[in-house]
């Protein structure tokens, strides 16, 4: 069974603040899919893509909860608690 999870508390209204992932399009790289940070609205490429730039946004801010920007997706995670919620 999965874990609840205890940083809903930290979701915004957020909105995407790029069309891509920020880091890959700054540095010209491409990317697989995209996660958008619900904390701050970055947007960033998941762990599917070379850089993983969505995690390593979590590892540098502690922002917990992603969700997928991919057409027909409609899921969120948790980084902390390892749960999907």
């Not at 958008?36 to 540098?60: I, M, P, W, Y």
Request: aromatic share 8%; glycine share 8%.
């Amino acid at each position: 069974m999965a874990a609840n999870c205890t940083h809903l508390d930290q979701v915004k209204p957020v909105r995407p603040t790029t069309k891509g992932c920020e880091e890959c399009l700054r540095t010209g790289d491409r990317w697989v899919e995209l996660r958008l940070c619900l904390t701050c609205g970055q947007v960033g490429c998941c762990d599917s893509s070379k850089n993983k730039h969505a995690t390593k946004h979590f590892r540098e801010t502690g922002h917990p909860l992603i969700q997928s920007l991919q057409t027909g997706d409609d899921w969120r995670w948790c980084y902390i608690d390892q749960t999907y919620v």
